[in-house]
């Protein structure tokens, strides 16, 4: 699925409307971007993104790895001295990249896939599963098997899933997004 006008137009109107109204206020200090622990990978910087958004230019910002590598830490959120909440829109946008069929960076979708798969059974997450099946899906089914032993030897993740109560609610939240 592509992405289409109508996509970026609502994408742009959510984010003034709702997600962040605040955006406005943003009077490019950069403050954000210095503040970002993964400015250096990024194609498009936290101050450059907001400014994509203002300027009619979602495309730009579907079309870059900057969404996908944001870890969602907020730190350039809690130091805008205007109050925009910057984490709040790269997540939107990202949801939104994803409910479009636009997640550029294939091994991030792949694991969000898998991860959201497998909760659904467990009600929770089942590392070696995650593990396994990024590995299967990746076609490097031998990576990072050193750390692997290393981690189950010294009993930090558990062999078999855990199930809990309430999976079946959990699992039918998470079928509508898959
Ligand atoms: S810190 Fe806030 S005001 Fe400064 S550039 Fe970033 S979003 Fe704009
Ligand atoms: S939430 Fe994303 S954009 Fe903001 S500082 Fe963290 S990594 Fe950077």
Same mark, same amino acid.
């Given at each position: 699925?592509?992405?289409?006008?109508?996509?970026?137009?609502?994408?742009?109107?959510?984010?003034?409307?709702?997600?962040?109204?605040?955006?406005?206020?943003?009077?490019?200090?950069?403050?954000?971007?210095?503040?970002?622990?993964?400015?250096?990978?990024?194609?498009?910087?936290?101050?450059?993104?907001?400014?994509?958004?203002?300027?009619?230019?979602?495309?730009?910002?579907?079309?870059?790895?900057?969404?996908?590598?944001?870890?969602?830490?907020?730190?350039?959120?809690?130091?805008?001295?205007?109050?925009?909440?910057?984490?709040?829109?790269?997540?939107?946008?990202?949801?939104?990249?994803?409910?479009?069929?636009?997640?550029?960076?294939?091994?991030?979708?792949?694991?969000?896939?898998?991860?959201?798969?497998?909760?659904?059974?467990?009600?929770?997450?089942?590392?070696?599963?995650?593990?396994?099946?990024?590995?299967?899906?990746? !076609?490097?089914?031998?990576?990072?098997?050193?750390?692997?032993?290393?981690?189950? !030897?010294?009993?930090?993740?558990?062999?078999?899933?855990?199930?809990?109560?309430?999976?079946?609610?959990?699992?039918?939240?998470?079928?509508?997004?898959?």
């Amino acid at each position: 699925m592509a992405k289409t006008n109508k996509d970026l137009k609502r994408i742009r109107e959510d984010i003034l409307n709702y997600i962040e109204p605040n955006i406005y206020n943003c009077y490019q200090c950069g403050k954000c971007t210095a503040s970002c622990p993964m400015v250096d990978v990024f194609e498009y910087k936290p101050n450059q993104i907001i400014r994509l958004v203002l300027l009619d230019k979602i495309d730009r910002i579907l079309d870059s790895n900057s969404i996908f590598l944001c870890l969602s830490c907020e730190i350039c959120s809690s130091r805008c001295p205007q109050e925009v909440h910057i984490a709040t829109i790269m997540n939107f946008i990202r949801n939104e990249s994803w409910k479009i069929g636009e997640f550029k960076i294939k091994n991030i979708a792949r694991f969000y896939n898998i991860f959201l798969r497998i909760t659904a059974v467990f009600g929770r997450s089942f590392e070696p599963g995650l593990i396994m099946g990024m590995n299967v899906l990746s !076609g490097k089914f031998f990576n990072d098997a050193d750390a692997a032993v290393k981690i189950l !030897g010294k009993r930090k993740i558990k062999m078999l899933p855990e199930f809990i109560k309430g999976r079946k609610q959990v699992g039918k939240v998470i079928k509508k997004y898959l």
